[in-house]
């Protein structure tokens, strides 16, 4: 199908609306993304790019840009919460130069998507909120103030709270996973290296890894708790609630958190994959289509990766309605796993009774001294896939 001239609209400058706009002004749709925010701001913390996430940056051309302002990761470490003992190194070299791995900021990451729509022709109005989208062949956009927009193509990349997805789909209540996590970032005083840390202690776990050319650290602390948190990652917190949470953690963990000024903690919420993810001329994109916890760091680049489908899966189809057909088609297997693996690896990190723990990380140890290429292989399956070639 020729793309050129199409006018779709594209609702969320996040990370999935951005890279579907630029992929889809590329093929020569006429894109405009609406955001309801005023301004693309700093807004959030850390995320890490996979090998599978830059293949799709590399086809948009801007790997050369993201390595700027980002830092690859050489490893992924686990350790014990107490004494800092290393459980586990996955050495992410062993990809290959070939499949980087980058910890980067948000926006920074954010910021590289919107100067590129921007400088393709894509235009994203800001201060557009969406009521609603009526799905037809020539789909409504409904904004707050009572306007209404036509066009060819609607892409809901609006995240958690998604306008279309209740009209596909109808209201399902997500489950609290009876877990909260804060986030937040320091700055590097202790030296952290580029690598993701991973301190594991009973029901609670702390992720750190730099930003911006190590001047920063990002953390993410998770603890598992019965009371119902509202959702949302935009919460705040005082710190002093972090570090009581987790004043048992020694070393480095003690040495960030004490330096932490400003957090966010946000209840986890488990919401199932869409089982209807188009209609007529309009689809969902990554977090609105199959939103996935953060024990896998996939969210941002499974929306990068639906964005490279969609677009290749509507120049190939006669048609829009069979384009949103052969896109659901071809990425629902594969996110389904990836929600499915990240809902499970919490409960590794989390080992509660000091003898299965013990034993737990003992055989951690072992098998990344003795097999650490088959350790890393069992990831080869989200890392080693290029959406670019492989779909």
């Known amino acids: 199908m020729d793309l050129n001239g199409l006018k779709i609209r594209v609702i969320g400058a996040g990370i999935g609306g951005l890279t579907a706009a630029l992929v889809l002004r590329e093929r020569g749709a006429d894109v405009t993304v609406l955001e309801q925010a005023e301004a693309i701001t700093e807004v959030g913390a850390g995320l890490?790019?996979?090998?599978?996430?830059?293949?799709?940056?590399?086809?948009?051309?801007?790997?050369?840009?993201?390595?700027?302002?980002?830092?690859?990761?050489?490893?992924?470490?686990?350790?014990?919460?107490?004494?800092?003992?290393?459980?586990?190194?996955?050495?992410?070299?062993?990809?290959?130069?070939?499949?980087?791995?980058?910890?980067?900021?948000?926006?920074?990451?954010?910021?590289i998507l919107a100067e590129a729509v921007r400088a393709a022709g894509v235009k994203i109005r800001l201060l557009q909120k969406v009521e609603t989208v009526v799905p037809g062949d020539v789909p409504r956009v409904v904004l707050a103030h009572g306007q209404e927009v036509s066009v060819d193509l609607v892409i809901g990349a609006d995240g958690l709270h998604s306008k279309?997805?209740?009209?596909?789909?109808?209201?399902?209540?997500?489950?609290?996973?009876?877990?909260?996590?804060?986030?937040?970032?320091?700055?590097?005083?202790?030296?952290?290296?580029?690598?993701?840390?991973?301190?594991?202690g009973p029901r609670r776990?702390?992720?750190?890894?730099?930003?911006?050319?190590?001047?920063?650290?990002?953390?993410?602390?998770?603890?598992?708790?019965?009371?119902?948190?509202?959702?949302?990652?935009?919460?705040?917190?005082?710190?002093?609630?972090?570090?009581?949470?987790?004043?048992?953690?020694?070393?480095?963990?003690?040495?960030?958190?004490?330096?932490?000024?400003?957090?966010?903690?946000?209840?986890?919420?488990?919401?199932?994959?869409?089982?209807?993810?188009?209609?007529?001329?309009?689809?969902?994109?990554?977090?609105?289509?199959?939103?996935?916890?953060?024990?896998?760091?996939?969210?941002?680049?499974?929306?990068?990766?639906d964005a490279w489908v969609l677009g290749d899966a509507l120049a190939k189809a006669d048609d829009i309605e069979a384009g949103l057909a052969a896109y659901q088609m071809r990425r629902q297997g594969r996110v389904r796993r990836v929600v499915d693996t990240a809902s499970k690896n919490a409960r590794r990190y989390h080992l509660?009774?000091?003898?299965?723990?013990?034993a737990a990380h003992l055989g951690l140890t072992i098998a990344s001294t003795l097999a650490p290429k088959a350790m890393m292989g069992h990831f080869d399956w989200i890392y080693r896939y290029d959406v670019t070639k492989d779909s």
Request: proline letters at 7%; charged letters at 20%.
């Open 48 to 111: 890490q790019v996979s090998p599978n996430g830059m293949a799709v940056l590399r086809a948009l051309g801007l790997e050369a840009a993201l390595q700027v302002r980002a830092v690859r990761g050489q490893a992924v470490e686990l350790r014990d919460y107490a004494r800092g003992r290393l459980v586990s190194r996955l050495n992410l070299g062993a990809l290959g130069d070939d499949a980087p791995y980058y910890f980067v900021h948000r926006f920074d990451l954010i910021d």
């Open 164 to 200: 279309l997805r209740p009209v596909l789909n109808g209201t399902v209540a997500p489950f609290f996973t009876r877990q909260v996590a804060w986030r937040a970032t320091v700055p590097n005083t202790v030296g952290h290296g580029p690598v993701a840390k991973v301190h594991m």
């Open 205 to 305: 776990h702390v992720v750190s890894y730099p930003l911006r050319g190590g001047e920063m650290v990002n953390i993410v602390a998770v603890q598992e708790r019965s009371g119902w948190h509202e959702e949302g990652w935009h919460i705040a917190d005082d710190p002093a609630n972090l570090r009581g949470c987790f004043s048992d953690f020694e070393g480095e963990t003690k040495a960030l958190l004490a330096n932490v000024e400003t957090v966010r903690k946000w209840g986890l919420f488990r919401h199932p994959v869409a089982p209807i993810w188009h209609k007529g001329h309009s689809a969902l994109l990554g977090d609105a289509a199959h939103p996935t916890l953060p024990f896998m760091a996939q969210g941002a680049v499974m929306a990068m990766e």
């Open 352 to 358: 509660s009774a000091p003898p299965v723990r013990m």
